[in-house]
């Protein structure tokens, strides 16, 4: 059985707790349907809580054997990857992360 395509979520520019919810429900509609690829390349801000929320989307992916993988953070993500100490968590997931 070929796994399906990868579903894309594209993270908004700015990803707080007004996003929270609706980069959620996308999320949890494409980790449902097989591998997923998140866009971080627009973000601007991005909150601990929805970092926080893409490791446990990964984790999902994980466990239901579906690839999961962030795709060109930005600068502004990266950063605060960096400053939250989530590097080691991002390495696996996201391309462009060293723990």
């Known amino acids: 059985m070929t796994q399906s395509p990868a579903r894309t979520v594209a993270l908004p520019a700015i990803v707080d707790l007004d996003a929270l919810d609706s980069v959620r429900d996308q999320l949890i509609d494409a980790v449902e349907s097989g591998p997923v690829r998140v866009v971080g390349g627009e973000v601007e801000r991005v909150s601990t809580n929805a970092l926080l929320m893409l490791i446990s989307a990964a984790e999902s992916a994980r466990r239901s054997n579906f690839a999961f993988e962030v795709v060109g953070p930005s ?12 590097s080691e968590s991002f390495a696996e997931i996201a391309r462009g992360i060293e723990a």
């Open 75 to 86: 600068a502004p993500m990266l950063a605060a990857i960096e400053r939250l100490g989530l």
